[in-house]
Every structure is written in structure tokens, then in C-alpha cells.
């Protein structure tokens, strides 16, 4: 079991910067693809950034290429989503989640365990 524990939401003008922080626990967790994901109400999760097992290998939306950046620091055992020049249609629920088995993925159903997720409002 991993659980997974997302902070660092709130509410920040256009422009500006909000990072998100993941706190994977459990049995292997420093050792699990870590991905953030993002829903609006009434919409599908939509992938966001995705990071692999030791951090060498990393993939992005096209709608935050360049924005955003994500990395992680296994000896806090924590994954970093900084975002940069953030805009109203950032705003979501962001939620970061672990694969056991595969690979950097895009695909949700590719991701085992999944946390509460953090709000992220951005006001133009």
C-alpha cells in the first residue's frame, strides 16, 4: 500500500507561483512513478506532469510545458510541482498519484494509488 499525501494548494493571482508538494508512505514508496493530475468540476482528470523512479525521466502536458517543473527528492521522499506563470485555466483540483509497475505514464488507469487532492484557484 502507498499512501499519498498533497499540500501546497491555494489561491494566488494570474502570473504568479504556487508549489505543490507529494508525500508518498508506505511499503516502496521512494521507488513509484509519481504523476499530478488535475480535474475541473464537470471534467475529466486531465494529466499534468509525470516524473519517474529516481527522477531522470520527466513528461508534461502541452498546457503547462514550460510553466511548470517537476522534480523529486527521494531522501525527503517528497515530489515538488513548481508552477510558474500561472493562469485562470490552472485552476483544479490537483492530485498527485503513484504507479507501481510502469513506467512515466500519462494514462490515469495506469496509477495505483491516488491522495485526496489539493485545491489550486487562480484569479484573473
Known amino acids: 500500500q502507498v499512501q499519498l499525501v498533497e499540500s501546497g494548494g491555494g489561491l494566488v493571482q494570474a502570473g504568479g507561483s504556487l508549489r505543490l508538494a507529494c508525500a508518498p508512505s508506505g511499503r516502496t514508496a521512494s521507488r513509484n512513478v509519481i504523476g499530478w493530475f488535475r480535474q475541473c468540476p464537470g471534467k475529466e482528470r486531465e494529466f499534468v506532469a509525470a516524473i519517474s523512479r529516481w527522477g531522470g525521466g520527466t513528461r508534461y502536458a502541452d498546457s503547462v510545458q514550460g510553466r511548470f517543473t517537476i522534480s523529486r527528492d527521494n531522501t525527503k521522499n517528497t515530489v515538488y510541482l513548481q508552477m510558474n506563470s500561472l493562469k485562470p485555466e490552472d485552476t483544479a483540483v490537483y492530485y498527485c498519484?503513484?504507479?507501481?509497475?510502469?513506467?512515466?505514464?500519462?494514462?490515469?488507469?495506469?496509477?495505483?494509488?491516488w491522495g485526496q487532492g489539493t485545491q489550486v484557484t487562480v484569479s484573473s
Open positions: 498519484a503513484a504507479a507501481t509497475l510502469v513506467g512515466v505514464t500519462t494514462t490515469p488507469q495506469n496509477y495505483d494509488y
